[in-house]
């Protein structure tokens, strides 16, 4: 094993002059010789826009904010920095292996974990080609832990603890404003524990995906690193904005992004489908990082304040334990006014003093047209009585206040019949 960077810088140069020869632009990124046993192919480019670039459109927010001048520190099985999405001019820095010995660089990968991670927070967008990173000026420092597959189901063991908590130190000494964990256990490790808080203090912004165990199992279950303090734990949505089933449930999860049959940038070239929660965080890191060059004076805890009240509302309100804030949202992230600052207290309400000279204006116009109404009714009523009396007078003069004629009395009162005798009991 002591032997591995000898052979792995001798390998990528015996590579590098193959290309030289064959005039193709050599791939810096080759896994070194001898470390991938079985490196997963190159796949087909895919041409139609993803669901979760359609659904989040980051590109109504590239006006505004691209990711310039933040570094996002990808903490998993390596990243291929010679895919042509990920290859553009330091957007991939050479980074660190922490899996194996030696000082090997981590722009490398042989499984595409990483590689689909980096290419969701920054690949370019390519023509022909429908899928692009949300934030594809940030730069991608790549901190190599595993050789394979990360597992987001509860299996932290399969990973070393300590190149775990080491590649985190790693990328906040380097100056990570945004570090990316797809990965989650339910095992607490102080080393790694101790290595958040470290990134916390100096600033970062840690993202990590909330797992995938929830399938068949009741809600509760621990998840590391998302329970940590200061770190923001990711659950997944699929395109019809309902938590995936496997996507953990618990108070860790603070928001959440695409996860369900999400396409992803795959070592060497082109695409593939892939799901999780580990595909969802980089959504989240992504935005960070959208956030984090729009607004350089915000904190890494305004940062994580400002995703989560601008998310968008999900099905299963603010603040549940399956959707935390909601669906985050690129665009409100950046553009949305907010002031982390708490409101300032109004000044207590202090009333006008009172207009007289409009007051006693108001009180004489009120008693003017009390006046002019009494004065309108009595001389309608006077009016009536005249014309009464025009209509009364003369008629009793003709008939020298005789009375007129009235109908005459009958000479017998009439006698009410009573009605047909009812019997309420039947006659015998």
Same mark, same amino acid.
């Given at each position: 094993?002591?032997?591995?960077?000898?052979?792995?810088?001798?390998?990528?140069?015996?590579?590098?002059?193959?290309?030289?020869?064959?005039?193709?632009?050599?791939?810096?990124?080759?896994?070194?010789?001898?470390?991938?046993?079985?490196?997963?192919?190159?796949?087909? #480019?895919? $041409?139609? #826009?993803?669901?979760?670039?359609?659904?989040?459109?980051? $590109?109504?927010?590239?006006?505004?904010? #691209?990711?310039?001048?933040?570094?996002?520190?990808?903490?998993?099985?390596?990243?291929?920095?010679?895919?042509?999405?990920?290859?553009?001019?330091?957007?991939?820095?050479?980074?660190?292996?922490?899996?194996?010995?030696?000082?090997?660089?981590?722009?490398?990968?042989?499984?595409?974990?990483?590689?689909?991670?980096?290419?969701?927070?920054?690949? &370019?967008?390519?023509?022909?080609?429908?899928?692009?990173?949300?934030?594809?000026?940030? $730069?991608?420092?790549?901190?190599?832990?595993?050789?394979? &597959?990360?597992?987001?189901?509860?299996?932290?063991?399969?990973?070393?603890?300590?190149?775990?908590?080491?590649?985190?130190?790693?990328? /906040?000494?380097?100056?990570?404003?945004?570090?990316?964990? =797809?990965?989650?256990?339910? !095992?607490? +490790?102080?080393?790694?524990?101790?290595?958040?808080?470290?990134?916390?203090?100096?600033?970062?912004?840690?993202?990590? *995906?909330?797992?995938?165990?929830?399938?068949?199992?009741?809600?509760?279950?621990? !998840?590391?690193?998302?329970?940590?303090?200061?770190?923001?734990?990711?659950?997944?949505?699929?395109?019809?904005?309902?938590?995936?089933?496997?996507?953990?449930?618990?108070?860790?999860?603070?928001?959440?992004?695409?996860?369900?049959?999400?396409?992803?940038?795959?070592?060497?070239?082109?695409?593939?489908?892939?799901?999780?929660?580990? +595909?969802?965080?980089?959504?989240? =890191?992504?935005?960070?990082?959208?956030?984090?060059?729009?607004?350089?004076?915000? !904190?890494?805890?305004?940062?994580?304040?400002?995703?989560?009240?601008?998310?968008?509302?999900?099905?299963?309100?603010?603040?549940?334990? *399956?959707?935390? /804030?909601?669906?985050?949202?690129?665009?409100?992230?950046?553009?949305?006014?907010? &002031?982390?600052?708490?409101?300032?207290?109004?000044?207590? +309400?202090?009333?006008?003093?009172? &207009?007289?000279?409009?007051?006693?204006?108001?009180?004489?116009?009120?008693?003017?047209?009390?006046?002019?109404?009494?004065?309108?009714?009595?001389?309608?009523?006077?009016?009536?009585?005249?014309?009464?009396?025009?209509?009364?007078?003369?008629?009793?003069?003709?008939?020298?206040?005789?009375?007129?004629?009235?109908?005459?009395?009958?000479?017998?009162?009439?006698?009410?019949?009573?009605?047909?005798?009812?019997?309420?009991?039947?006659? #015998?």
């Amino acid at each position: 094993m002591r032997r591995l960077p000898a052979l792995a810088a001798a390998g990528a140069l015996a590579a590098a002059v193959v290309h030289l020869v064959s005039g193709e632009t050599p791939a810096y990124a080759a896994p070194p010789a001898g470390v991938c046993h079985d490196p997963e192919p190159a796949h087909e #480019r895919v $041409q139609a #826009r993803p669901w979760p670039q359609q659904t989040l459109d980051p $590109q109504r927010v590239w006006p505004r904010s #691209r990711g310039a001048g933040v570094l996002v520190a990808v903490i998993d099985s390596g990243v291929d920095a010679d895919h042509p999405q990920l290859r553009g001019p330091g957007k991939v820095r050479a980074g660190r292996d922490f899996f194996l010995p030696g000082a090997l660089p981590g722009a490398f990968d042989c499984v595409s974990h990483g590689t689909g991670v980096a290419g969701i927070i920054a690949a &370019d967008p390519l023509p022909g080609v429908g899928f692009h990173g949300v934030a594809p000026d940030a $730069q991608i420092l790549p901190v190599r832990i595993t050789d394979r &597959d990360i597992s987001d189901r509860g299996e932290s063991l399969r990973i070393n603890p300590d190149a775990v908590a080491g590649g985190i130190r790693y990328a /906040a000494d380097q100056g990570a404003r945004v570090i990316n964990l =797809s990965l989650a256990g339910f !095992s607490d +490790f102080p080393g790694i524990r101790a290595a958040v808080a470290y990134a916390v203090a100096k600033d970062a912004v840690v993202v990590a *995906a909330a797992g995938n165990s929830q399938q068949n199992t009741p809600a509760g279950l621990p !998840s590391y690193p998302a329970s940590y303090d200061g770190v923001l734990g990711v659950g997944a949505v699929d395109r019809s904005g309902a938590r995936m089933a496997t996507s953990q449930i618990g108070p860790y999860v603070d928001i959440v992004a695409p996860g369900a049959q999400v396409l992803a940038t795959t070592r060497v070239d082109g695409h593939t489908e892939a799901g999780g929660t580990s +595909f969802a965080a980089p959504f989240v =890191s992504a935005t960070a990082a959208l956030v984090r060059s729009a607004w350089p004076h915000l !904190s890494a805890a305004q940062v994580i304040q400002r995703l989560k009240a601008t998310a968008a509302p999900a099905r299963g309100g603010r603040g549940s334990d *399956a959707y935390g /804030a909601g669906l985050v949202d690129p665009y409100r992230a950046v553009t949305d006014g907010l &002031d982390p600052e708490k409101p300032a207290a109004l000044p207590a +309400f202090l009333p006008p003093p009172p &207009d007289t000279a409009r007051l006693e204006k108001a009180a004489r116009s009120r008693e003017t047209g009390t006046t002019a109404k009494w004065l309108t009714g009595a001389t309608i009523g006077a009016l009536v009585l005249a014309g009464l009396a025009a209509a009364v007078l003369p008629r009793g003069n003709r008939r020298r206040w005789r009375p007129g004629r009235v109908a005459s009395m009958p000479s017998e009162p009439r006698v009410a019949e009573p009605p047909e005798q009812v019997f309420l009991i039947p006659r #015998r």
